[in-house]
């Protein structure tokens, strides 16, 4: 009940870019933001932050795959990803669970853009979307040079992705 208690208030706090959240702290906007090189659903290979410079990218980590809210996020990114491909811009899932859940997460919901791996929960601690033994609901920016430039906490699934590409509507302007 306690853990159930937190998640949920680690789940919705509101909508902003503090520098620090449940997870730890998060990484400055306008700064480079933190590299990471992990493990995709495919299972050929890993990707990494520096693999789409040139490119606007979206890094959002999420709980687990097959939940309710994970699944309604993925979702949303995948019925607007034609969207974010107008803008230049990449989606990238970041969570614990492995690439086996992974890639069926992504048969089982069609989804067409990377899910990676963070089993150790090391790259969710550089993002400060870390919570013991999953990562948190946060989304980040990050412009075609590495700098992060948007940070999301308190995500709503089923708006999120609308906000995402407002902001970066904002951004590219």
């Given at each position: 009940?306690?853990?159930?208690?937190?998640?949920?208030?680690?789940?919705?706090?509101?909508?902003?870019?503090?520098?620090?959240?449940?997870?730890?702290?998060?990484?400055?906007?306008?700064?480079?933001?933190?590299?990471?090189?992990?493990?995709?659903?495919?299972?050929?290979?890993?990707?990494?932050?520096?693999?789409?410079?040139?490119?606007?990218?979206?890094?959002?980590?999420?709980?687990?795959?097959?939940?309710?809210?994970?699944?309604?996020?993925?979702?949303?990114?995948?019925?607007?990803?034609?969207?974010?491909?107008?803008?230049?811009?990449?989606?990238?899932?970041?969570?614990?669970?492995?690439?086996?859940?992974?890639?069926?997460?992504?048969?089982?919901?069609?989804?067409?853009f990377p899910l990676l791996a963070d089993t150790t929960g090391a790259v969710s601690k550089a993002y400060g979307s870390w919570l013991r033994f999953?990562?948190?609901?946060?989304?980040?920016?990050?412009?075609?040079?590495?700098?992060?430039?948007?940070?999301?906490?308190?995500?709503?699934?089923?708006?999120?992705?609308?906000?995402?590409?407002?902001?970066?509507?904002?951004?590219?302007?």
């Amino acid at each position: 009940m306690i853990l159930t208690s937190f998640l949920l208030l680690a789940l919705s706090l509101p909508f902003g870019a503090p520098t620090f959240a449940l997870g730890g702290k998060l990484p400055e906007i306008g700064q480079p933001a933190p590299s990471f090189q992990l493990p995709t659903n495919t299972g050929e290979g890993e990707i990494s932050l520096s693999d789409y410079q040139g490119q606007w990218i979206v890094v959002y980590f999420y709980p687990a795959d097959f939940t309710p809210g994970c699944t309604l996020e993925a979702r949303r990114f995948q019925q607007d990803l034609p969207e974010y491909l107008e803008r230049n811009t990449q989606i990238l899932g970041i969570s614990a669970d492995d690439i086996k859940s992974h890639a069926d997460f992504c048969d089982s919901e069609g989804l067409k853009f990377p899910l990676l791996a963070d089993t150790t929960g090391a790259v969710s601690k550089a993002y400060g979307s870390w919570l013991r033994f999953i990562s948190m609901r946060h989304t980040f920016i990050v412009d075609p040079d590495g700098i992060l430039r948007a940070t999301f906490t308190g995500v709503r699934p089923a708006i999120h992705s609308q906000e995402v590409l407002t902001r970066l509507d904002e951004l590219q302007a």
